[in-house]
Structure formats: structure tokens, C-alpha cells
Nanobody, 117 residues
Framework: QVQLVESGGGLVQAGGSLRLSCAAS????????MGWYRQAPGKQRELVAT???GNITNYPGRFTISRDNAKNTVYLQMNSLKPDDTAVYYC???????????????WGQGTQVTVSA
């Protein structure tokens, strides 16, 4: 029911900025928490930031997460990027299908972020 399309990744120099976006499409569901994860080569996938339907966020430091509910889109503003930020970034949404009683997960396809020294 839920399709996620990510964009905004690319190659930047250390200290630069990127803005990732993830748009959810489909019907028959409501979206709850949205978030971003990342996975570097040889590393475990790790949580970057989340934002609830009530706009409660975590990890609000160097990266800023936001959402536009009218567009079903979540963003990740990444400033002061470092080489260690190099990873594939994945969008995640928790959603509730109409008529269902429990939340489910959807994942984006991933977008590559590469930060050069």
C-alpha cells in the first residue's frame, strides 16, 4: 500500500550540506512515525532521526528531521557533513492500514550519501 521514493543524495565535500527527502504515496493508510536510518559499508544499519505524527523528534543535533503531512514527505537536512556520514540512507515510515489494528513498516530504496575529505 505504501511506496517510498527517496531523493537528495549525492557527493559533497566535508562541511557541505544535503537535504534528503522521502515521499510516501498510496492510499488506504495513515502515517505515524517517520524516520531515517543509514548503513555504511561493513557497518550495521543505525538510526539517524525520527519524527512522530505530533512532530516530536529525536536526534535534533547536526541533522534536522521534518515532515510535511500534506505531502506525506519527510526530510533530513544534513549540515556540516563529515566523511563518517558516508552511507546509504534509508527512509522508514510506520503506517496503519485502514481497518488494521497494528502498525507496519515501509522502507525506501536508499539513497547514497558520500562525503569527501
Amino acid at each position: 500500500q505504501v511506496q517510498l521514493v527517496e531523493s537528495g543524495g549525492g557527493l559533497v565535500q566535508a562541511g557541505g550540506s544535503l537535504r534528503l527527502s522521502c515521499a510516501a504515496s498510496g492510499s488506504g493508510f495513515s502515517i505515524n512515525t517517520m524516520g531515517w536510518y543509514r548503513q555504511a559499508p561493513g557497518k550495521q544499519r543505525e538510526l539517524v532521526a525520527t519524527i512522530t505524527s505530533g512532530n516530536i523528534t529525536n536526534y535534533p543535533g547536526r541533522f534536522t528531521i521534518s515532515r510535511d503531512n500534506a505531502k506525506n514527505t519527510v526530510y533530513l537536512q544534513m549540515n556540516s557533513l563529515k566523511p563518517d556520514d558516508t552511507a546509504v540512507y534509508y527512509c522508514n515510515v510506520r503506517f496503519l492500514p485502514y481497518g488494521s489494528s497494528y502498525l507496519r513498516n515501509a522502507w525506501g530504496q536508499g539513497t547514497q550519501v558520500t562525503v569527501s575529505a
